[in-house]
């Protein structure tokens, strides 16, 4: 699970959830959620462990799904690509939208 392996990574950091949660802009209540698997992270969000903790958006799945057990890529492309799908939907959404009051204002 995605919330058990970004909770090793903070611990193995020395970093509580207060002093995370200010490093990835977000609250310590949001935080608590995604360690224990009440949400799942948005791809933002790992884009931003990544960032804090140096390490590629790829090795944070990829550990996640080994600590489930399974060291199958294919599970942790799976994962990454309905991520990406997510993205893609919400960028051509955000251009209809723009779109869309270009043409009102003309």
């Not at 550990?63 to 199958?72: A, I, K, Q, R, Y």
Request: glycine content about 4%.
């Amino acid at each position: 699970m995605i919330g058990n392996a970004i909770k090793l990574i903070r611990q193995y950091h020395n970093l509580n959830q207060t002093q995370l949660a200010l490093k990835l802009s977000i609250s310590t209540s949001y935080l608590s959620e995604l360690e224990s698997g009440k949400k799942e992270p948005t791809l933002d969000i790992l884009q931003r462990y990544s960032n804090v903790f140096n390490v590629p958006l790829s090795s944070l799945v990829v550990f996640s799904e080994t600590l489930e057990g399974s060291h199958s890529i294919n599970k942790a492309r799976s994962f990454i690509s309905k991520k990406m799908l997510k993205i893609l939907e919400w960028i051509a959404d955000q251009n209809e939208n723009n779109q869309g009051e270009r043409t009102a204002k003309i």
